[in-house]
């Protein structure tokens, strides 16, 4: 699905950039914007079950994530040295996402339990594509790009650690560990100049969708007698993010 998503996107710039001509004496080495605004990131929890590296365990068979959404925020610099093309390099701030395992069968009546949360952040480095002339008020654009994702404050909930002793999986308390990622991303985007002349002029409101490409893998580590064992799942969150902000162009 993922891949369909992207294939689409680019399938949607193709067109914009193929027939591209803009002279080179448009251009200009001083335009900047610098954006400062909020983010609502909406993670896709469709991914693999948590399971054993060797044997499934039949209680958390067939078990689905359940990612909850959360609000921070972001800021952005954009380089525009073509009226139609930009340079973006967008940071959001740490997302802290509850995590609950569906469809699991380990408690009698319930069909999911709280499993732990982790924060997240993303650098994302775009190209944008602009449709419209700098004269106009609203300045739609489309950009791709390249995202690095940071997950840490990792934990694990008491209810799924309850679980892991009461089981006799584990001996005592376990960990949650998730690792970064390299990816894609896409946006859709609109700057609106707040006027054309006098100090309006120099400030735009922004909104973007962005689509990211995120995927790690998540590791339970829990003691056992003797040693350790492991839990892990392919960790996809590839969220959808939605900013609103405030730029100043320079």
């Not at 590791?219 to 892990?232: A, D, I, K, Q, S």
Request: aromatic share 16%.
């Amino acid at each position: 699905m993922k891949k369909l998503r992207l294939a689409a996107t680019f399938v949607l710039l193709f067109p914009f950039l193929a027939h591209a001509q803009i002279p080179v004496s448009d251009l200009d080495l001083t335009r900047f914007y610098v954006r400062l605004g909020a983010s609502f990131v909406y993670p896709d929890d469709h991914n693999t079950s948590l399971k054993y590296y060797v044997l499934q365990d039949w209680e958390l068979y067939r078990t689905g994530w359940d990612i909850e959404e959360d609000t921070t925020w972001n800021v952005s610099g954009v380089w525009r040295p073509l009226p139609y093309l930009g340079l973006e390099l967008l940071y959001i701030g740490g997302a802290t996402h509850s995590l609950a395992l569906e469809n699991f069968r380990g408690n009698p009546g319930r069909d999911g339990i709280n499993f732990g949360r982790f924060t997240t952040s993303s650098a994302n480095l775009f190209v944008n594509w602009y449709l419209n002339d700098l004269n106009c008020l609203g300045q739609p654009y489309i950009g791709i790009g390249v995202n690095y994702s940071d997950f840490y404050d990792d934990k694990l909930n008491p209810d799924f650690q309850q679980y892991l002793v009461n089981s006799g999986m584990a001996t005592g308390p376990g960990k949650f560990g998730i690792g970064h990622s390299w990816g894609a991303s896409a946006q859709l985007g609109l700057d609106w100049r707040l006027g054309r002349v006098g100090a309006l002029s120099s400030w735009l409101i922004n909104a973007a969708v962005i689509y990211t490409d995120a995927n790690t893998d998540a590791v339970v580590t829990y003691p056992t007698n003797p040693g350790y064992e492991r839990l892990y799942s392919d960790f996809e969150t590839n969220p959808w993010t939605l900013n609103l902000g405030v730029t100043y162009e320079f």
